[in-house]
């Protein structure tokens, strides 16, 4: 598998929701507690809520793909400050702690390569990952939680 790197959101955007209490689209974040049963990834750090800790939950525009296949995505962020993911050729604690998440893989153009989607268990993404990212057509691949949609992370190829 090519080298690669789990994109979380930048910190500006995270402080930006933090200060404001607004999205990217003006509405206001809900403030919620992580909870036991999980479901709380912060897009940030690429780690889940811990129970009890504080999430803010709003509308995030994902800055690719571009065109036909843009769509804003829910997100959630710590509302307090956490470090930015940059592990490289680490799967975001996000993906693996999913139960069921939607690999999409686009193309230099952001055209969705249709053939190498793939929907499973975030634990057992590796192979479907590296596949992707073998493919010469891919320049990044977003993945989602595949029940409601919300955009995890984004993957790069990066140089060795």
Same mark, same amino acid.
């Given at each position: 598998? %090519?080298?690669?790197?789990?994109?979380?959101?930048?910190? +500006?955007?995270?402080?930006?929701?933090r200060?404001? &209490?607004?999205?990217?689209?003006?509405?206001?974040?809900?403030?919620?507690?992580?909870?036991?049963?999980? &479901?709380? /990834?912060?897009?940030?750090?690429?780690? *889940?809520?811990?129970?009890?800790?504080?999430?803010? @939950? &709003?509308?995030?525009n994902? /800055?690719r %793909?571009?065109?036909?296949?843009?769509? /804003?995505?829910p997100?959630? $962020?710590?509302?307090?400050?956490?470090?930015?993911?940059?592990?490289?050729?680490?799967? +975001? /604690?996000?993906?693996?702690?999913?139960? @069921?998440?939607?690999?999409?893989?686009? !193309?230099? +153009?952001?055209?969705?390569?249709? !053939?190498?989607?793939?929907?499973?268990?975030?634990?057992?993404?590796? +192979?479907? @990952?590296?596949?992707?990212? !073998? !493919?010469?057509?891919?320049?990044?691949?977003?993945?989602?939680?595949?029940? %409601?949609?919300?955009? *995890?992370?984004r $993957?790069?190829? $990066?140089?060795?």
């Amino acid at each position: 598998m %090519p080298q690669f790197q789990c994109i979380a959101i930048d910190t +500006a955007t995270a402080e930006r929701f933090r200060a404001t &209490g607004k999205d990217d689209n003006g509405n206001t974040l809900r403030r919620m507690a992580a909870t036991a049963e999980g &479901g709380f /990834p912060c897009r940030h750090c690429l780690r *889940l809520g811990e129970p009890g800790e504080m999430m803010l @939950l &709003g509308s995030y525009n994902l /800055p690719r %793909p571009r065109g036909i296949y843009w769509t /804003p995505s829910p997100i959630f $962020v710590h509302e307090r400050a956490c470090e930015r993911f940059a592990a490289k050729n680490e799967i +975001a /604690p996000t993906v693996v702690a999913n139960g @069921l998440v939607s690999l999409r893989s686009y !193309d230099a +153009a952001d055209q969705c390569i249709y !053939d190498l989607g793939h929907v499973g268990n975030g634990h057992e993404i590796d +192979a479907q @990952l590296a596949r992707a990212l !073998d !493919d010469e057509r891919t320049a990044f691949i977003n993945i989602h939680t595949a029940r %409601p949609g919300c955009m *995890l992370t984004r $993957v790069e190829k $990066v140089a060795a």
